[in-house]
């Protein structure tokens, strides 16, 4: 069974490597971090089409515009 290396440990012999390997090592770094993303399949997202399915049909432009007559029917009023 392999020991787990801390973080620490692992700065520690990093720092300890030349410029060259210290490239080497990021390059490869990078390379599997790149891979272990694209393995990693991210969960289906629910389509936003259907988000407000359950709240019945929209309001027509005859009722919206119906309903800003008549919200707006006593603007501006005197007794203010």
């Given at each position: ?11 520690s ?12 090592l ?7 971090i790149?891979?272990?993303?694209m ?8 389509s ?13 432009a005859?009722?919206?515009?119906q ?13 203010i």
């Amino acid at each position: 069974m392999e020991k787990m290396v801390t973080l620490e440990e692992a700065l520690s012999l990093i720092k300890r490597l030349s410029l060259l390997d210290k490239v080497r090592l990021i390059e490869q770094l990078t390379s599997d971090i790149k891979h272990e993303l694209m393995a990693a399949t991210p969960a289906p997202r629910k389509s936003l089409w259907g988000l407000c399915a359950d709240l019945g049909p929209a309001p027509s432009a005859e009722e919206i515009d119906q309903a800003r007559q008549e919200e707006w029917a006593n603007f501006p009023r005197e007794d203010i």
